[in-house]
C-alpha cells in the first residue's frame, strides 16, 4: 500500500484558503487518491477523490500533479466549523476493491 | 451515498464480556469494512466482510477476538470478544460504494471498557 505523508497540524484564520499537501511517492497506477474529513466522534467523511489533474465540487479542490507522486487539498475561504481532521488515502486495487490505509492525518485548526 | 448506521452508540461494559455491533445500510453492497480508532488515534482496518464468505483480517486482529458476520448485502455485526480496557476504542463500519470504490462511514460506537 502506498504510505501518505501529510503535517501533523496546521492553523489557519477563517475565511482563508487552506491548502493541505500530502506526499504519496510510490503511487501505483491504478490507485485513487481521497481525502476524508473527520470531526470528534464522528466516522470520517468523504470529501473529494481523483485520479490526476483537478477535480472539484462542492465543498473543496484536489490538485494532482502529472507524477502523482503528491496531492494537495483546497479548501476555499475556511470558517470555525471546518476545523477537523483531514485525511488523505491512497487506495489499492485489492481484488476487485480498494484496499485503504489512514495515516496520522493533519489536524486543522480555524482561528476566529 | 449509501446511509449507514450503527448499534448500539456507545456502551460501557466489564472486562471479560463481549460486545456485538451492528451496521445496517440502506442500499445493497459488496464490501464492508471495520475499522478500529484508538483514543486519539488514527484508524485502523480490522477486517474486510465481504456478504457470501468468510471475513478477511489484517495483521493482529484474529477471529477468535473480532468474529465478524455478513449474513446479507446490507447487514453486518463485529463482535468484541473477552474485553479488556485496551478494547476501549471507537468502532466504525464503512461500506464500499461507487464505481470508483469510495468508502462511506458509519457514526462509529464508542465503547469503554472497564
Known amino acids: 500500500l502506498a504510505k501518505t505523508t501529510q503535517p501533523i497540524s496546521m492553523d489557519s484564520y477563517e475565511g482563508q484558503e487552506v491548502n493541505i499537501t500530502c506526499s504519496h511517492n510510490?503511487?501505483?497506477?491504478?490507485?485513487?487518491i481521497t481525502w476524508y474529513q473527520q470531526f470528534p466522534s464522528q466516522g470520517p467523511r468523504f470529501i473529494i477523490q481523483g485520479y490526476k489533474t483537478k477535480v472539484t465540487n462542492e465543498v473543496a479542490s484536489l490538485f494532482i500533479p502529472a507524477d502523482r507522486k503528491s496531492s494537495t487539498l483546497s479548501l476555499p475561504r475556511v470558517s470555525l466549523s471546518d476545523t477537523a481532521v483531514y485525511y488523505c488515502?491512497?487506495?489499492?486495487?485489492?481484488?476487485?476493491?480498494?484496499?485503504?490505509?489512514f495515516g496520522t492525518g493533519t489536524k486543522l485548526q480555524v482561528i476566529p | 451515498s449509501a446511509v449507514i448506521s450503527q448499534k448500539p452508540s456507545r456502551d460501557i461494559c466489564q472486562r471479560g464480556t463481549s460486545l456485538t455491533i451492528q451496521c445496517q445500510v440502506d442500499s445493497q453492497v459488496t464490501m464492508m469494512f471495520w475499522y478500529r480508532q484508538q483514543p486519539g488515534q488514527s484508524l485502523t482496518l480490522i477486517a474486510t466482510?465481504?456478504?457470501?464468505?468468510?471475513?478477511?483480517?489484517e495483521s493482529g486482529f484474529v477471529i477468535d477476538k473480532f468474529p465478524i458476520s455478513r449474513p446479507n448485502l446490507t447487514f453486518s455485526t463485529l463482535t468484541v470478544s473477552n474485553m479488556s480496557p485496551e478494547d476501549s476504542s471507537i468502532y466504525l463500519c464503512s461500506v464500499e460504494d461507487g464505481l470508483l470504490g469510495t468508502q462511506y462511514f458509519g457514526p462509529g460506537t464508542r465503547l469503554t471498557v472497564l
Open positions: 466482510a465481504n456478504q457470501g464468505s468468510e471475513a478477511t483480517y
Open positions: 488515502l491512497v487506495g489499492e486495487d485489492s481484488g476487485g476493491y480498494q484496499k485503504v490505509t
Open positions: 510510490n503511487i501505483a497506477t491504478n490507485d485513487y
